[in-house]
Nanobody
């Protein structure tokens, strides 16, 4: 079983920055992707950014040039650096990780979510 613990959300003014962290623990043999999703009130959960085990990132068009996703494979930790935040970035941000456990089973695990609120 794999667990994810997130931190770093909060309230920030438009134009400000926040850094989210996500640490995975448990039976982790490999972690193919670690990513961040967000869900605003009344909207579906959407991909923000994710990074492969080799470090290749993918971003939603809405955050390109403002957000940076990264990971520390040795510590099973991922980060989302969010700059130039906009009110429309307000949402609950969820960490996600997928890979294989030491038992050979596939996992796709979610964190508990952290609130990011950007005031105008």
């Amino acid at each position: 079983q794999v667990q994810l613990v997130e931190s770093g959300g909060g309230l920030v003014q438009a134009g400000g920055s926040l850094r989210l962290s996500c640490t995975a623990s448990g039976s982790i043999f490999s972690m193919h992707f670690m990513g961040w999703y967000r869900q605003a009130p009344g909207k579906q959960r959407e991909l923000v950014a994710r990074v492969s085990s080799g470090g290749s990132p993918n971003y939603a068009d809405s955050v390109k040039g403002r957000f940076t996703v990264s990971r520390d494979n040795a510590k099973n930790t991922g980060f989302l650096q969010m700059n130039s935040l906009k009110p429309e970035d307000t949402a609950v941000y969820y960490c996600n990780a997928e890979g294989n456990s030491y038992r050979g089973t596939y996992y796709n695990t979610w964190g508990q979510g952290t609130q990011v609120t950007v005031s105008s």
